[in-house]
């Protein structure tokens, strides 16, 4: 488990929460007093609706050795986690940065999403890693 922290100084900040919400299947579905469904849809006979994120999120998986995103890298964040954080903290071509680069998950994502991203990275090998996950992903869609 990790934690991960929104924090702004001002009130001027982006947060995109219907980027980022989940779709959840409704197990007793409200209706109001017409009979019309209160908050939710029905597409092919499955109710579900759209909610907030919560504050665990266990729909995520590190990257493992099958995986195309797999590195080396040993702590290496999923891209769909790092995809989660980008759409609800950024919009089209904002600047993303991440000051500890590593194996270049949050480029790779920013680059997919149509962002700008600027970072970092100390190790020459998790440098080397990053810039050939870029050029691969050049044309890849999030």
């Known amino acids: 488990m990790e934690?991960?922290?929104?924090?702004?100084k001002s009130d001027e900040y982006t947060f995109n929460l219907d980027q980022?919400?989940?779709k959840k299947f409704v197990i007793?579905?409200?209706?109001?007093?017409?009979?019309?469904?209160?908050d939710w849809q029905e597409v092919?006979?499955?109710k579900f609706r759209f909610t907030h994120p919560s504050n665990i999120w266990t729909?995520?998986?590190i990257p493992f050795w099958s995986m195309p995103e797999n590195t080396e890298h040993p702590t290496q964040k999923p891209e769909k986690l790092i995809g989660r954080i980008?759409?609800?903290s950024s919009n089209e071509n904002?600047?993303?940065?991440?000051p500890f680069m590593g194996s270049g998950t949050t480029a790779v994502v920013a680059k997919k999403l149509g962002r700008k991203y600027l970072g970092f990275e100390?190790?020459?090998?998790?440098?080397l890693l990053a810039k050939k996950r870029l050029l691969i992903n050049q044309k890849a869609e999030f």
Do not use: H, M
């Open 3 to 8: 934690d991960i922290w929104f924090a702004t």
């Open 20 to 22: 980022v919400k989940i």
């Open 28 to 38: 007793a579905p409200y209706v109001d007093q017409s009979g019309k469904p209160k």
């Open 44 to 46: 092919d006979g499955k």
């Open 59 to 61: 729909d995520l998986v």
């Open 86 to 88: 980008i759409l609800a």
């Open 94 to 98: 904002d600047l993303v940065f991440d």
């Open 122 to 127: 100390i190790e020459k090998k998790y440098y």
